[in-house]
């Protein structure tokens, strides 16, 4: 566990980064942490079509809360966020059509964050991402 | 006292089982209006609690209430719906058509029904569908879209029949809703999307490039309409999303709710509504460029030569199907005026949603609105504040008009149909 979090405060430089490129309307958190940056950049990138509390949209975007596609395979995962969806996804029945777009343009830091903010809310307890997985996927390409 | 209240309500709830009212004829209104409200005078009943995931629907000259379903349900995908003993409840449920869609009218002697790729018709005896025919194809092979994928139909009373081919995209970006990601200038979209497509209504499999490009610039109409009395096409806009989540330095979450305007369109023959490259900013009461094409929010530029709205609404409320009204069962006031159906939002988070209700918008006989539009039928989310469309109780989402002057109204949630009736 400490190992995990010096890991994550090895990230820092990426964090400092990327805070240069992306808008950022309520700079709060100073200190290092992948649970407040993961959530500015769900706010900022993801919240319009999963919505606030996870749970998306009935038949068009997809719910991040309680299933396979979030708490499951990481690199599916991961590369979902990287390149986006095109085919429509069925969850408990219900079919999700809105194509998901690439979000290559966020850092290694920034998805590592948000996946990690997203696999441990919306009642969701998975292990964290790190930038290096999302790295490995990403040279995948 | 609330115990006590609420004991009694249940103590009371068998007697009036045991008791057993005698079989209705008359329509006999819930008095909670079947989970609505409406204006003074008016009074809805459950046609139906649920048929699957409605959308469009259409009543027959003999009262038959067909529903298109945008999901199969045991394989099929229009339901017909009758009330033989006009209780105002369905009493027979039958269902046909083994294709998924939305858009459903009837005009010439036949019912229309469409799928996302395609249009097809069955004909009608002595008023009743024949649902045994074989459906005719009347326009066929459209190519399969993932977004914006409803095609919407309108008839007009000289053999035309109107489509709606939503542009498979919010904004025309190279790539669809990427951050960053540049405007395709031209949009080659608007070539096979983002506009009403006008065809034969008599001719059998026709394809896209059968028909001509009526109207252009029309990002998604869900809703689309033959107003049979001005004699035009009227549809409502889809306008686009995520001005916020796309263009952050421009746009607050406030003004990315509330932007742009769902458009009322009156639809003439080559009419340029501007989408991609503009839209409706309802507080300044003018198109304005798009960000995608340079525009901050007021520049105007191109955008001043582009067809205009008859009416704006708060953006997002996700107009799904609209009606003029020509019965004589509702006061004068509403006689040819326009319902419009609110499926309701989800691009206004994180701020609260909006839509899920039933407007109306007077009309004068110049074929445009004669005052500001008003609620007409509300309570279908269920609660007073909606933060996710999953918890909205229903949606409405089609709108028809029986041969008696009642006004049906679907949910896509569960299906439900309601009858809205006036008076007694």
Same mark, same amino acid.
């Given at each position: 566990?400490?190992?995990?979090?010096?890991?994550?405060?090895?990230?820092? *430089? &990426?964090? &400092?980064?990327?805070?240069?490129?992306?808008?950022?309307?309520?700079?709060?958190?100073?200190?290092?942490?992948?649970?407040?940056?993961? #959530?500015?950049?769900?706010?900022?990138?993801?919240?319009?079509?999963?919505? %606030?509390?996870?749970? *998306?949209?009935?038949?068009?975007?997809?719910?991040? %809360?309680?299933?396979? &596609?979030?708490?499951?395979? #990481?690199?599916?995962?991961?590369?979902?966020?990287?390149?986006?969806?095109?085919?429509?996804?069925?969850? *408990?029945?219900?079919?999700?059509?809105?194509?998901?777009?690439?979000?290559?343009?966020?850092?290694?830091?920034?998805?590592?964050?948000?996946?990690?903010?997203?696999?441990?809310?919306?009642?969701?307890?998975?292990?964290?991402?790190?930038?290096?997985?999302?790295?490995?996927?990403?040279? #995948? #390409? | 006292?609330?115990?006590?209240?609420?004991?009694?309500?249940?103590?009371?709830?068998?007697?009036?089982? !045991?008791?057993?009212?005698?079989?209705?004829?008359? $329509?006999?209104?819930?008095?909670?209006?079947?989970?609505?409200?409406? $204006?003074?005078?008016?009074?809805?009943?459950? !046609?139906?609690?649920? +048929?699957?995931?409605?959308?469009?629907?259409? +009543?027959?000259?003999?009262?038959?209430?067909?529903?298109?379903?945008?999901?199969?349900?045991?394989?099929?995908?229009?339901?017909?719906? /009758?009330?033989?003993?006009?209780?105002?409840?369905?009493?027979?449920?039958?269902?046909?058509?083994?294709?998924?869609?939305?858009?459903?009218?009837?005009?010439?002697?036949?019912?229309?029904?469409?799928?996302?790729?395609?249009?097809?018709?069955?004909?009608?005896?002595?008023?009743?569908?024949?649902?045994?025919?074989? $459906?005719?194809?009347?326009?066929?092979?459209?190519?399969?879209? /993932?977004?914006?994928?409803? @095609?919407?139909?309108? !008839?007009?009373?000289?053999? @035309?029949?109107?489509?709606?081919?939503?542009?498979?995209?919010?904004?025309?970006?190279?790539?669809?809703?990427?951050?960053?990601?540049?405007?395709?200038?031209?949009?080659?979209?608007?070539?096979?999307?983002?506009?009403?497509?006008?065809?034969?209504?008599?001719? @059998?499999?026709?394809?896209?490039?059968?028909?001509?490009?009526?109207?252009?610039?029309? /990002?998604?109409?869900?809703?689309?309409?033959?107003?049979?009395?001005?004699?035009?096409?009227?549809?409502?806009?889809?306008?686009?999303?995520?001005?916020?989540?796309?263009?952050?330095?421009?746009?607050?979450?406030?003004?990315?709710?509330?932007?742009?305007?769902?458009?009322? !369109?009156?639809?003439?023959?080559?009419?340029?509504?501007?989408?991609?490259?503009?839209?409706?900013?309802?507080?300044?009461?003018?198109?304005?460029?798009?960000?995608?094409?340079?525009?901050?929010?007021?520049?105007?530029?191109?955008?001043?030569?582009?067809?205009?709205?008859?009416?704006?609404?708060?953006?997002?409320?996700?107009?799904?199907?609209?009606?003029?009204?020509?019965?004589?069962?509702?006061?004068?006031?509403?006689?040819?005026?326009?319902?419009?159906?609110?499926?309701?939002?989800?691009?206004?988070?994180?701020?609260?949603?909006?839509?899920?209700? +039933?407007?109306?918008?007077?009309?004068?006989?110049?074929?445009? $609105?004669? =005052?500001?539009?008003?609620?007409?039928?509300?309570?279908?989310?269920?609660?007073?504040?909606?933060?996710?469309?999953?918890?909205?109780?229903?949606?409405?989402? =089609?709108?028809?008009?029986?041969?008696?002057?009642?006004?049906?109204?679907?949910?896509?949630?569960?299906? @439900?149909?309601?009858?809205?009736?006036?008076?007694?």
């Amino acid at each position: 566990m400490k190992f995990l979090f010096f890991s994550m405060l090895s990230g820092c *430089g &990426w964090f &400092w980064l990327s805070l240069v490129a992306m808008p950022i309307r309520n700079p709060q958190s100073q200190i290092r942490n992948p649970i407040d940056s993961g #959530k500015v950049v769900y706010d900022t990138y993801c919240l319009a079509c999963h919505q %606030a509390d996870g749970r *998306g949209v009935p038949g068009q975007n997809p719910p991040l %809360a309680k299933t396979d &596609w979030v708490l499951g395979d #990481k690199t599916r995962l991961i590369g979902v966020v990287l390149n986006g969806l095109n085919d429509p996804v069925e969850i *408990g029945g219900e079919t999700y059509d809105n194509p998901m777009p690439a979000h290559d343009f966020l850092t290694d830091q920034q998805v590592a964050d948000v996946l990690t903010y997203v696999r441990s809310h919306f009642g969701n307890q998975a292990p964290p991402v790190k930038p290096e997985e999302v790295k490995s996927v990403r040279g #995948k #390409k | 006292m609330k115990k006590v209240t609420l004991l009694g309500a249940v103590l009371s709830l068998p007697l009036l089982a !045991l008791a057993g009212d005698p079989p209705a004829r008359k $329509p006999v209104p819930p008095a909670d209006n079947a989970g609505i409200t409406l $204006p003074n005078g008016f009074a809805a009943t459950v !046609l139906s609690d649920g +048929v699957g995931k409605a959308r469009h629907a259409v +009543v027959a000259p003999n009262g038959d209430v067909y529903v298109k379903l945008n999901q199969l349900a045991d394989g099929k995908g229009i339901v017909r719906l /009758r009330d033989a003993n006009g209780d105002g409840k369905a009493d027979a449920t039958t269902a046909f058509g083994t294709f998924k869609g939305t858009g459903l009218a009837i005009a010439n002697g036949y019912l229309y029904a469409s799928s996302d790729t395609s249009v097809y018709r069955y004909p009608l005896k002595n008023g009743v569908v024949d649902e045994t025919a074989q $459906p005719e194809t009347i326009v066929t092979g459209l190519t399969f879209q /993932r977004a914006h994928a409803a @095609k919407s139909i309108a !008839l007009d009373d000289a053999g @035309k029949l109107y489509v709606n081919f939503g542009a498979p995209s919010n904004a025309c970006q190279e790539r669809d809703r990427v951050k960053g990601s540049p405007a395709q200038n031209p949009c080659p979209l608007l070539e096979d999307y983002g506009g009403i497509w006008q065809f034969d209504a008599n001719r @059998k499999n026709q394809r896209q490039s059968d028909g001509t490009r009526y109207a252009t610039g029309i /990002r998604n109409a869900v809703a689309l309409e033959w107003n049979p009395v001005a004699k035009q096409l009227y549809a409502l806009q889809h306008g686009r999303d995520m001005l916020a989540t796309l263009f952050p330095e421009l746009f607050n979450n406030e003004q990315s709710a509330e932007l742009p305007a769902e458009e009322f !369109l009156l639809v003439k023959k080559g009419a340029d509504f501007g989408w991609p490259y503009c839209y409706y900013d309802q507080q300044r009461k003018q198109k304005v460029l798009a960000p995608e094409y340079g525009g901050d929010g007021k520049k105007t530029d191109r955008c001043a030569s582009k067809e205009q709205p008859i009416m704006a609404f708060p953006g997002h409320w996700a107009p799904n199907d609209l009606l003029f009204y020509t019965g004589n069962q509702f006061p004068a006031r509403y006689r040819n005026g326009a319902f419009i159906c609110f499926h309701g939002s989800w691009n206004r988070a994180p701020l609260k949603q909006g839509g899920y209700f +039933v407007a109306f918008v007077p009309f004068g006989k110049d074929g445009k $609105p004669s =005052g500001p539009y008003e609620p007409f039928a509300e309570g279908f989310a269920g609660g007073p504040e909606i933060m996710n469309p999953g918890d909205a109780v229903a949606r409405p989402v =089609g709108l028809a008009q029986g041969p008696d002057g009642s006004l049906y109204i679907t949910d896509s949630v569960k299906g @439900k149909v309601w009858k809205v009736r006036y008076g007694k």
